[in-house]
């Protein structure tokens, strides 16, 4: 007799055997098993005699999914901000809510009320990733039968241009200014502004960069890893991927290179490549919050130029190669995007307009060339506007 949690046929099973009367039912994953059998548990020890699996709520649910999931394959920063949006966004609106009960009317109502207190699309997007995920992982346990979150892309379609995700990426003439600035005021911090304007990488992978990431002959970085909350990660796609160096940023990293090796021969000891490539002045890696607070900052603030954040450095790049003419496909390999589609969507309205030479083109015709205008025998002279 009790409630007993077993496996059968690649499945998670609660059994029950209460006063004569048996149960079983399929739940999915043992984790999930357990929590329903410890309810039923406390539910038969206060006297209830029916014991059909109860209804887990929202709240109970996603402190399980939060110690099986994001806290297991994501990254610190993730799951940060998984828990932020849960408490302050989500456990508000479903949390004491039967899982089944969390509808897709209720979910529309949500995106409701968050558009009326003035929140983004983009916002409003972050709500519903976890939101999304949580359920999809519930409806895999056989919790609820489907997820209710799913395809809810046209309930959060921005009205306006205006409305969409916009970057605020540096001119040439802001990029020199910056670098320029930056090896009077912290020249420590220099080859990292300049790897971030030429290469596209993203912070973390500027601070998790290793001696042994870079060829000088093929003048290429690999990025390998990323630093987040002090830890050691993946980069965000998941993958290793190669950026290509300017001529001027592989100068800059090999005089570096020597410097840090004289260093090293000081102390008697050599630059191995598993070193840090940018350091603090104590050699260990540095702080995200104190390069934006005590050297970014400082620099725009001394150049004179518009506060804009450090990630902005990668948009600077995509940009300025795009205004130079180099095509989607090379700008979404520097950055890493999975998809071009993502490329497109952040960047696709910096493609230099064309005139309407490009449309004369069309009509097979050269610059010069005669037309006659029908019914009246008139010959026009044909020219690009």
């Not at 009077?184 to 042994?212: D, I, K, S």
Request: glycine letters at 8%; hydrophobic letters at 35%; one cysteine or more.
């Amino acid at each position: 007799m009790g409630v007993r949690v077993r496996e059968r046929n690649g499945a998670w099973w609660v059994y029950i055997h209460h006063k004569g009367k048996r149960k079983a039912k399929k739940i999915g994953d043992k984790a999930a098993a357990e929590l329903v059998a410890s309810k039923i548990r406390v539910a038969l020890a206060e006297g209830e005699t029916e014991f059909d699996v109860p209804a887990l709520t929202f709240k109970q649910y996603t402190a399980r999914w939060l110690r099986s999931y994001p806290r297991i394959y994501c990254k610190p920063r993730t799951t940060e901000g998984y828990e932020a949006i849960l408490t302050r966004h989500l456990l508000p609106a479903f949390g004491e809510l039967p899982l089944r009960d969390i509808t897709r009317q209720r979910i529309r109502t949500l995106i409701a009320e968050k558009v009326e207190m003035g929140l983004t699309r983009g916002t409003i997007r972050n709500i519903l990733a976890p939101l999304r995920a949580i359920l999809n992982h519930a409806h895999e346990d056989g919790f609820i039968p489907a997820n209710p979150a799913t395809r809810l892309g046209r309930l959060n379609r921005p009205k306006d241009e205006a409305e969409t995700r916009k970057i605020n990426p540096f001119t040439r003439e802001e990029v020199a200014c910056l670098l320029e600035t930056a090896q009077g005021l912290c020249p420590r911090y220099y080859p990292l502004f300049l790897c971030a304007v030429r290469t596209g990488m993203r912070q973390g992978e500027l601070l998790a960069l290793q001696w042994g990431d870079i060829d000088f002959q093929g003048r290429f970085i690999e990025v390998r890893r990323s630093l987040s909350k002090g830890k050691v990660t993946s980069p965000k796609s998941g993958k290793v991927r190669r950026v290509d160096m300017s001529k001027q940023l592989t100068q800059v990293l090999a005089v570096l290179r020597e410097q840090r090796e004289a260093e090293e021969a000081v102390n008697g000891r050599s630059l191995d490549s598993e070193t840090w490539v940018f350091t603090n002045s104590a050699g260990s890696p540095i702080d995200p919050t104190n390069l934006v607070k005590r050297a970014f900052y400082p620099c725009l603030q001394k150049a004179g130029l518009r506060r804009i954040r450090f990630h902005d450095l990668r948009h600077t790049h995509a940009s300025l190669l795009i205004q130079q003419g180099e095509s989607l496909a090379y700008v979404k390999e520097q950055l890493g995007h999975h998809s071009i589609q993502v490329t497109v969507d952040v960047y696709g309205h910096l493609i230099p307009g064309a005139n309407k030479a490009a449309v004369d083109r069309l009509d097979g015709e050269q610059p010069g060339a005669t037309y006659t205008q029908p019914g009246t025998g008139i010959g026009v002279e044909g020219r690009a506007n």
